[in-house]
């Protein structure tokens, strides 16, 4: 009898202890969100005096897209313009200020949980502040999927046209005019003439390009749970836009194959059961599996 009352009583210290532990990281998981939220707040109020120019998730996907002399991404990238809003709607998650509902007793899928705004604060990014501002407005909310789809203008429901966000890659490559890393020019293409954003600050792109490569080569950790959140969201993003393998152009073939065989190992994740780990951003892995269907 005596026993089977300590075998009971260590059964409910362990179960006690599994609990604690669990809330430890996900609580130790919310304060590094806000943290992230926070780093990106102060970059906003102190731009002037930063030392690295700061990208968003959307500039960086746009920059890995972009021919470096022609100066636009490729006429057959049907992905991209998708991809583009999926960043948004992750960076937006990243600064905290978007997230997804609770999955209550019965555990639902990503797909059909809805996006809660948790915070309405200007982000100081034109494009974010509009999404965050019809995702704040909108009741019902809406899930990933619609907010992705809505922000892209591929809905058949005239009434929420209004969503849509226009001249995105434009209004993108213009952000990177002013933060020095393109310029603008006129291409003639016989039937019209367009506006192109050339590289003018190749020393960004590389950065950005060696830190996805290292990401996979010299840093692997082979944990996506380990890796920084956002250079995870950035591959997997950039994956989806169809611009990563942009990244591991360059490389020797070795270096190449070894590369791309981690990052197949990436994207072989299985969203639900990544989102249910207790260091994951659960709105990022639905745009992965909003972005994968």
Known sequence: MTSLSQRSSGLVQRRTEATRSAAVDREKCSDEEEDEARRWDDDDDDKGDSKETRLTLMEEVLLLGLKDREGYTSF?????????????????????????????????SLLSRKVICKSDAPTGDVLLDEALKHINSTQPPE??????????????????????????????????????????????????????????NSTIKQRLVKK??????????????????????????????????????????????????????????????????????????????????
């Open 76 to 108: 057959w990238n049907d992905c991209i313009s998708s991809g583009l809003r999926g960043c948004m709607m992750v960076e937006l998650a990243l600064r905290g200020r978007i997230l997804l509902e609770a999955c209550g007793v019965r555990r639902k």
């Open 212 to 293: 996805v490569q290292d990401s996979v080569l010299e840093k692997w950790v082979n944990d996506p749970h380990r890796m920084d959140k956002r250079i995870l969201a950035l591959i997997l993003l950039a994956h989806s836009s169809d611009v990563l393998e942009n990244a591991f152009a360059p490389l020797h073939d070795d270096l190449y194959d070894l590369g791309m065989k981690r990052v197949h190992t990436l994207l072989e994740l299985e969203p639900e059961k990544e989102s249910a780990k207790s260091s994951a951003n659960e709105l990022m892995w639905a745009v992965v599996a909003a972005l994968g269907k």
């Open 143 to 200: 899930t990933v999927q619609s907010w992705i789809e809505l922000l892209s203008g591929e809905t058949w429901n005239p009434l929420k046209l209004h969503f849509q966000l226009r001249n995105v890659r434009e209004r993108l490559a213009k952000n990177l005019v002013e933060k020095g890393v393109l310029t603008t020019e006129k291409q003639n293409f016989l039937l019209f003439d367009m506006t192109t954003h050339p590289l003018t």
